[in-house]
């Protein structure tokens, strides 16, 4: 793996205030239809689980975290890219899926997501 690599994370939901209200009441009142499972696995009802933190921090790599708009603003290329997801970035601007918004549909718990993420990340050394 590069040094430089980044992983970026990218969070199913908007940065608007009553975007971010429906998101949460979303997530509480209809989690079987809630549309982002990556909050799902790393947040509990109001922070991010400190787990998922240390987890994150410990991995070989950078990290960004991004909500929807913000990832399609910055990289405009990939606005049509499902998400959540999770990206590498290994040269600048160049990213490709690391995790897919169907992978983590599938991820039962964030210990399975930081398994999953854990081979990958070590993929990336090969």
Known sequence: MKP???LH???NVDAAPGALL???????VDPATYPCRLCDLTYGRFLKKAEWSRFVAALPTRARFHLRGGFRARFPAY?????PAVFVEESPGKLRTLISADELRG????????????RRVASLVD
């Open 9 to 11: 994370f990218v969070y």
């Open 22 to 28: 429906r998101d949460f009441v979303h997530r509480i």
């Open 79 to 83: 606005e049509k890219e499902p998400v």
């Open 107 to 118: 991820v039962a718990d964030l210990e399975a997501l930081e398994l999953l993420l854990a």
């Open 4 to 6: 430089a690599a980044t």
